[in-house]
């Protein structure tokens, strides 16, 4: 689609010939892309700056990325401004943040060390995990099942979330079983409402450049207490005190 329809420079590199096909001819199904057979399996990150440097690519297809040097000629190759599509071995995308090997895909994770103010406003440790650099890649999919993917539009906020411990926002597509034409449904997936009332805290605190009074915090998570059920219930109020 990308090399016939989108008129790209498509270049595959195809370790065990999964996609273009075991043969001399390259299998139709890739179209006007090219294709870069793999010698041998420890010699694929060579292959792919090779194409790079030879073929001048705007879309490079990789089989699958599961080493370090894989995946340090894939950063490479992105940071050139080429659109990158890879398959890597992952129930998760936090088993790819968790991935020593791999997490470079994901744009690397590091360690830092936050002042006390900074770790106080976060209410966590001075130490914490943040990423390191940008991602390779926009946006991620998570296979489920065979009708069921896990879209993660950004990809970077995603790796954020996950590193603070947040809930990262993904979309579920769904194939409709009852569509002939294979129409998939898309449902997106939002943050607990705990997690959301955190963020509005925190976000009255940054502007305010102080702690928030009963009216804003009120403002902020009680639209939901107003005609709700149509009872009388007592609303619940919270007043945050800081030590000067």
Request: proline content about 5%.
């Amino acid at each position: 689609m990308l090399a016939n329809d989108y008129g790209k420079r498509v270049m595959i590199v195809d370790t065990s010939n999964e996609i273009g096909g075991d043969g001399d001819i390259p299998h139709a199904g890739i179209g006007n892309a090219r294709r870069m057979q793999v010698p041998h399996n420890d010699m694929q990150h060579k292959v792919l700056i090779e194409a790079v440097e030879n073929h001048m690519p705007q879309v490079i297809v990789i089989d699958e990325i599961g080493t370090k040097l894989e995946a340090m000629a894939a950063s490479t190759i992105a940071q050139r401004g080429i659109q990158l599509v890879a398959t890597a071995h992952g129930v998760t995308i936090e088993n790819l943040v968790m991935n020593p090997a791999l997490e470079m895909l994901v744009g690397g994770v590091q360690s830092v060390t936050l002042g006390d103010e900074e770790a106080s406003r976060r209410g966590v440790q001075k130490s914490v995990l943040e990423r390191k650099g940008p991602s390779s890649f926009s946006c991620g999919v998570e296979i489920i099942s065979k009708a069921e993917l896990r879209v993660h539009p950004d990809l970077e906020a995603t790796v954020d979330a996950i590193l603070a411990g947040r809930y990262p926002k993904y979309e579920i597509r769904k194939i409709n079983p009852g569509s002939q034409d294979g129409i998939m449904e898309s449902s997106s997936i939002q943050a607990p409402l705990d997690e959301i009332n955190e963020v509005l805290i925190e976000d009255i605190i940054q502007i305010n450049g102080g702690i928030p009074d009963s009216t804003e915090l009120l403002s902020a998570t009680g639209p939901s207490m107003e005609g709700g059920s149509g009872e009388s219930e007592d609303a619940l109020c919270i007043f945050l005190y800081g030590v000067l």
